[in-house]
Nanobody
Framework: EVQLVESGGGLVQPGGSLRLSCAAS????????MTWVRQAPGKGLEWVSV????????SYADSVKGRFTISRDNAKNTLYLQMNSPKPEDTAVYYC??????????WGQGTQVTVSS
């Protein structure tokens, strides 16, 4: 059974930092493209970032470019999102997605990030 479990969310002040993690199981993580997607209150899903299977290639939404960093540890079957200098508009539920069905094949349950002073 494919499982993606996010953690690391919480309350962070603007300009602070936070690291999200996504623990993967049930599939060969090291062969799969993985993504982060978010949903702000009252809004639709927004793609945040993607990373290739080896971790050598990444891409970001313009809204987070230069502030967020996606990475992965294939030995630990874990995906990360380092959030630096978050803004109130980054407040959202963050989901990791990926697996055998492609970059959006399977989804985690999400982790809430609230950026507020």
């Amino acid at each position: 059974e494919v499982q993606l479990v996010e953690s690391g969310g919480g309350l962070v002040q603007p300009g602070g930092s936070l690291r999200l993690s996504c623990a993967a199981s049930g599939f060969t993580f090291s062969t799969c493209v993985m993504t982060w997607v978010r949903q702000a209150p009252g809004k639709g899903l927004e793609w945040v970032s993607v990373i290739n299977s080896g971790g050598s290639s990444t891409s970001y939404a313009d809204s987070v470019k230069g502030r967020f960093t996606i990475s992965r540890d294939n030995a630990k079957n874990t995906l990360y999102l380092q959030m630096n200098s978050p803004k109130p508009e980054d407040t959202a539920v963050y989901y990791c997605a990926g697996g055998l069905g492609g970059p959006f094949g399977s989804w985690g349950q999400g982790t809430q990030v609230t950026v507020s002073s």
